[in-house]
DNA sequence: AAGTAAACTCACCGATGAGTGTAGCTGCAT
DNA sequence: ATGCAGCTACACTCATCGGTGAGTTTACTT
């Protein structure tokens, strides 16, 4: 075949993704990984300098994606509290699949607890780094001036029902979590200037 | 040595809560950790039918002294939005200590994602649902009517911020977690009867 | 047509994984 | 003392792991 070599590169983290995401990080081998791909494992190696390598690419690879979905679930009409109960609510209809695990990058920091300076827990990092920035600048465009800690708590939140939905495998706790973060959003704690704050969007 | 059975499946107990906390569970192998024990590994195999097995074991080990330890931490005085804000304050100074890796129960929970009835899933289940209905009992005992969603949101916090902690290795989540927690109880959903509700312990 | 470098395959390595067969040791009841 | 559990050690099996050495095919240059 010989295809396109960027084409193959794609279709190993391709896989990766798949299995991975579907069964974790360490109890994946490099030969399963080679195998759904179609090539061989030296073909991986060829492309990447090591499993570790490879998970810190994966990873990288689903930033853009997974983010993505999250917008699009929470739209971008609304109040941010109208839009989380969207997130949520969508959320709780994903985690329905019976392939749903989670959130990758919260399992990978899990089972990279021990490993700081691993590649792939970098990424992570990154992720919720980012995805926080997100929340905040929502809550900025919304006039908060708590954005930071409110972003914040919204992040915790989401993450932790993600978690304990995964743990569950019940969808009530996505949907707490939605609610937690509504509560949050009209709490005491809050100074929302106007709610039909509707400047966000030429709808 | 045949020292004792009891005191052996102990240690046996013991060096895997050790390593299995410090560096997963599919990472660990029981030669590992049948040589920290100072045994052989078929002593572990005759402790512990399978791998599967003494994972289970040595999270429902944990649950008893974990609880407790959150429980030391929230004490019983006061209200709970002050017993948060003391659990998450030791929270965040024990998420200082290098060798902290987070929640195990979170941790096996996302390693054994793909395998819903393993064992050991089933124990950080049982562990959260305990957590949840330690919450509530809390709540009510303040007298608050919506006690059930209430500690269902304080779990799903805690969980979020443990989870971020460790993802960023930063004490910022922690106390940002327990921010949010305050919040959340101070926040328009509640109704606490009264701020002065002392009786709930005769300090 | 010959050269060449990238892209890939096949067969293999040493190490280590979970799990076991067998035999020996310990204490305790008789 | 002796029989017999309970308990532990040594030495092993077989599968699989991450990673590699050496050679082959492809596509492009000249």
Chains 1, 2 share one sequence.
Request: proline share 3%; with cysteine.
């Amino acid at each position: 075949m010989a295809a396109d070599a960027a084409l193959t590169r794609a279709q190993i983290l391709q896989a990766a993704d798949d299995l991975f995401y579907a069964e974790g990080l360490a109890s994946v081998s490099l030969d399963r990984i080679a195998a759904r791909a179609g090539v061989t494992k030296k073909t991986v190696y060829y492309h990447f300098r090591s499993k570790d390598d490879l998970l810190g690419e994966y990873l990288q690879a689903r930033r853009g994606p997974v983010l993505e979905r999250y917008r699009n679930w929470a739209g971008t009409t609304g109040t941010v509290a109208e839009r989380m109960r969207r997130m949520y609510r969508k959320l709780a209809e994903a985690s329905a699949d019976p392939n749903w695990r989670g959130c990758g990058f919260i399992r990978a920091a899990c089972e990279l607890a021990h490993l700081p300076g691993h590649p792939a827990a970098a990424v992570a990092r990154l992720h919720k780094a980012e995805f926080e920035t997100w929340l905040r600048s929502m809550l900025e465009e919304e006039g908060r001036s708590d954005s930071e800690p409110l972003a914040r708590a919204l992040l915790i939140i989401l993450d932790g029902a993600i978690v304990e939905t995964l743990i569950h495998r019940r969808r009530d706790y996505a949907l707490a979590g939605g609610e937690a973060a509504i509560a949050l959003l009209h709490g005491p704690v809050e100074r929302q200037p106007a709610e039909k704050d509707v400047r966000t969007l030429a709808a």
